[in-house]
């Protein structure tokens, strides 16, 4: 993460991060203690649950979800999951409540929530 902020990165971009989640708050963790400064992006699909959210309070700064559906019967006929709108409603606003509105300096995000609604066929 440093080397990235070294080299003029604007934030670090975790990309569909969930499954890596105790790794990434070390990381995070080593990396601002040895004095990263760049905001932390959590660039998911939007099927996080609130409790694994929870752990990364005060870790992400922007949180980035893609968000598919809206209607259970899409969900599942598309993708196997019926309760992705449930999901990832839950999980937006638990995401909201912890970096609040998306927040700009000089045009770039340095915080907040940014929610990306996907085109799907």
Not at 87 to 102: I, N, P, T, Y
Not at 111 to 121: E, F
Request: aromatic share 6%; charged share 15%; proline share 5%.
């Amino acid at each position: 993460m440093l080397e990235l902020a070294n080299w003029g990165c604007s934030n670090i971009n975790l990309v569909t991060p969930t499954h890596l989640v105790p790794a990434i708050m070390a990381a995070i963790e080593l990396s601002k203690k040895q004095g990263l400064g760049l905001p932390i992006v959590y660039n998911t699909g939007g099927y996080d649950s609130v409790e694994t959210l929870k752990l990364l309070v005060g870790f992400i700064d922007i949180y980035m979800p893609d968000i598919k559906y809206s209607d259970s019967v899409v969900a599942q006929e598309l993708s196997s999951a019926a309760d992705y709108p449930e999901v990832s409603r839950a999980a937006v606003k638990e995401m909201h409540q912890q970096v609040g509105d998306l927040q700009m300096e000089k045009g770039l995000a340095v915080s907040g929530l940014l929610v990306r609604h996907l085109v799907l066929p």
